[in-house]
């Protein structure tokens, strides 16, 4: 399996390879993840990041034409790549066997034609250890958590700006955790710390301070402009917390068309006020917390190996069918 993201990247690509070797790895698969491809041998071939891995793609598939590959893909091979760079990320869309799809409306943006090996896999979580909301660090406060990677796919400020916009009397702040993309994103991180008291910028924190994190939150937005399916999703509808996202395909197709709690891409008055109503409006918040609960069995580890597995035999089982013709 290739990564674009190497040993000791917190990034999501690495943490995804990782708990994929560990899940395969217990349903009796052997493993190996690098960073790197030089025609080396295997059974199989599964490569994460349909553009960054497409050299690889190209070189297992022109030495070992006749073994089984899977492609996995990622928010910006399907909602960017396939258009700024389409000869190398649909060369590996059609050199696979089988695709791995992170939410359930992958399939409405991708081309037609590589539409039937889509194989759609939901990212599991562990179940957290408490319920979110229990362990409240600051009662004067009602904590909004915004996770992940400090970058222009994630408008990982977009909730820190519609904080700005509450009511004086509103209790809300904003705590974001993640790695700014560059010194762009740590600059804009430390600006908004300086001029926004709702709003507090944590750094990249480590698991089990990210879990911490989301227990002593009563909420969590997902702001992506573009998104293939964000594990943290899962990780809050497993830890029972409530989720703001935005309403792109990328988050509808985890929380599902009838979810209570989007806003329009990018609009930060909405979002403003959806914050304050989950703020003010216990129904509300308790709506959001009943569903993101019933969408929780999605996302278990077991769901997860299963799918691993479907993508695997239909892998197989298309590299035969070819290597027969």
Avoid at 25 to 44: F, R
Avoid at 157 to 168: E, F, G, I, N, V
Avoid at 304 to 320: F, G, I, N, W, Y
Wanted: aromatic share 6%; glycine share 8%.
């Amino acid at each position: 399996m290739i990564t674009p993201a190497g040993p000791g990247s917190k990034a999501g690509n690495r943490a995804t390879a990782e708990r994929w070797q560990t899940l395969l790895e217990q349903a009796g698969h052997k493993v190996s993840v690098v960073t790197a491809y030089n025609g080396e041998p295997c059974d199989l071939f599964i490569a994460l990041h349909a553009w960054r891995s497409h050299e690889a793609v190209r070189l297992f598939r022109d030495t070992w034409p006749g073994k089984p590959l899977v492609v996995a893909l990622t928010g910006t091979d399907i909602y960017r790549h396939q258009y700024e760079y389409p000869e190398q990320t649909l060369y590996s869309m059609q050199a696979a066997d089988a695709l791995i799809g992170l939410h359930a409306q992958v399939g409405r943006d991708i081309p037609e034609h590589v539409r039937d090996k889509l194989v759609t896999l939901f990212q599991s979580a562990e179940q957290s250890d408490g319920p979110a909301g229990t362990a409240v660090s600051d009662s004067s406060c009602f904590d909004v958590c915004v996770i992940g990677h400090l970058r222009d796919e994630k408008d990982s400020l977009r909730a820190a700006l519609a904080s700005r916009l509450l009511p004086s009397k509103s209790r809300i702040r904003v705590s974001c955790a993640g790695k700014p993309h560059d010194a762009y994103w740590e600059n804009l991180a430390k600006q908004e710390m300086q001029e926004n008291p709702r709003f507090r910028w944590l750094g990249e924190l480590e698991k089990g301070q990210i879990d911490q994190l989301m227990v002593e939150s009563q909420l969590l937005v997902m702001s992506s402009v573009m998104e293939g399916g964000a594990n943290v999703v899962s990780e809050a509808c497993r830890a029972g917390l409530p989720v703001i996202a935005s309403d792109i395909s990328g988050n509808t197709g985890l929380l599902g068309e009838d979810y209570a709690g989007y806003y329009p891409v990018g609009d930060t008055q909405a979002l403003a006020e959806l914050l304050l109503r989950a703020e003010s409006d216990t129904e509300f918040l308790e709506t959001l917390r009943k569903q993101v609960a019933q969408l929780a069995s999605l996302f278990t580890p077991e769901k997860e190996r299963e799918s691993l597995e479907q993508a695997l035999s239909l892998a197989v089982q298309r590299s035969s069918e070819r290597s027969t013709l």
